[in-house]
């Protein structure tokens, strides 16, 4: 069971990312306040993986699958919109589960090769399937029109519940035995659990919300091509949660949130926002080793020695 002032914590978080999606009008800020909600949902899902200790960069790939399989039901079979993100979603952790049953037996950067290896295959084989759009990638997905003025409510919506479902199970038993795997798996398994199917679930879960980040990027976006799956997006997102700290739940959300909003920002600069955006990254990460979240805990911590040496001082 969740404490009761993380319950709150969630409930005002809930709210405020709920009543801002309805209370925007501007329709590149909606845009950017998907944009934000996506990302952080695939940072989070990035990082629910870490956890295990292992860096997931096929999950451009699933992100893709996800955006591909529900845009080609919603464009060629006509699924409902929502119907086609729920089945997108399941379809790609089931080929996840196939994907990491096959090479979670590599670790380290082995896995993290085999990763980027898989998703530069996959997006050249959207480019290669007609039905797909070929190399010009898949137009006119778009949701209901009188979905339109609740799309942003919708994204929010979604994941804000996705996020809460990872944040109770990484503070479940099943979190504790995540971190039992990154820290010492043979221990882990010397007392009987069975590691590999932990890690298997992991990838299935974490891809299952990353499907969903796709199907929502499809319909958010109305156009997908294949450039938009490469491994770039894994790198984002791991900047996202690097940025932000991931050794917190909330590191990769806070991420998410600066990063989008300074590549937003960073537009009107022309040529020079790659500059901004690269150069950004590269002084959190070097000022901010353990990511903003860190740097707000060490803040508190060196508070807490201040007042613990004044009142030791005083009673002196």
Same mark, same amino acid.
């Given at each position: 069971?969740?404490?009761? @002032?993380?319950?709150?914590?969630? &409930? /005002? ?26 990302? #952080? ?9 870490? &956890? ?6 096929? +999950? ?28 997108? !979603? ?28 898989? @998703? ?12 797909? !759009? ?22 929010? #919506? @979604? ?15 099943? !979190? ?10 043979? /221990? ?6 069975? @590691? ?7 990838? #299935? ?51 998410? +949130? ?17 500059? +901004?955006?690269?150069?950004?990254? /590269?002084?959190?990460?070097? &000022? ?29």
């Amino acid at each position: 069971m969740l404490k009761s @002032t993380s319950t709150i914590s969630w &409930l /005002v978080f809930a709210g405020a990312a709920l009543l801002l999606s309805l209370l925007l009008q501007d329709l590149y800020l909606r845009s950017v306040l998907n944009l934000i909600a996506i990302s #952080a949902l695939l940072a989070v899902s990035l990082r629910f993986v870490m &956890l295990m200790g292992e860096l997931n960069f096929a +999950i451009a790939a699933f992100v893709g699958i996800g955006a591909y399989a529900a845009g080609y039901m919603s464009t060629a079979m006509e699924v409902p919109f929502w119907l086609a993100i729920l089945i997108a !979603g399941i379809g790609t952790g089931i080929v996840s589960a196939g994907f990491g049953a096959v090479t979670l037996r590599a670790k380290g950067p082995y896995f993290l090769l085999i990763g980027f290896a898989f @998703t530069e295959a996959i997006r050249v084989a959207y480019s290669k399937v007609p039905a797909l !759009g070929g190399t010009s990638g898949m137009i006119g997905i778009f949701p209901p029109i009188a979905m339109d003025p609740w799309m942003p409510f919708f994204v929010m #919506a @979604t994941v804000v519940v996705l996020l809460l479902v990872f944040f109770i199970l990484e503070h479940s038993d099943f !979190g504790r035995v995540l971190f039992a795997i990154r820290e010492k798996e043979e /221990v882990a398994r010397s007392v009987g659990i069975n @590691t590999f199917v932990y890690k298997i679930v992991t990838i #299935a879960f974490a891809c299952f919300a990353a499907g969903i980040a796709g199907g929502l990027h499809a319909f958010v976006n109305n156009v997908i091509s294949p450039g938009d799956f490469s491994y770039l997006m894994a790198a984002f997102a791991l900047a996202y949660v690097k940025v932000g700290g991931e050794d917190h739940f909330v590191g990769p959300i806070l991420g998410a +949130i600066f990063l989008v909003s300074l590549s937003a920002y960073a537009l009107g600069f022309g040529g020079d926002e790659h500059f +901004i955006y690269g150069g950004a990254i /590269v002084l959190v990460v070097l &000022l901010l080793p353990k990511g903003a979240v860190g740097a707000v805990a060490n803040m508190r911590l060196k508070k807490s020695d201040v007042k613990g040496g004044a009142n030791a001082a005083l009673e002196q």
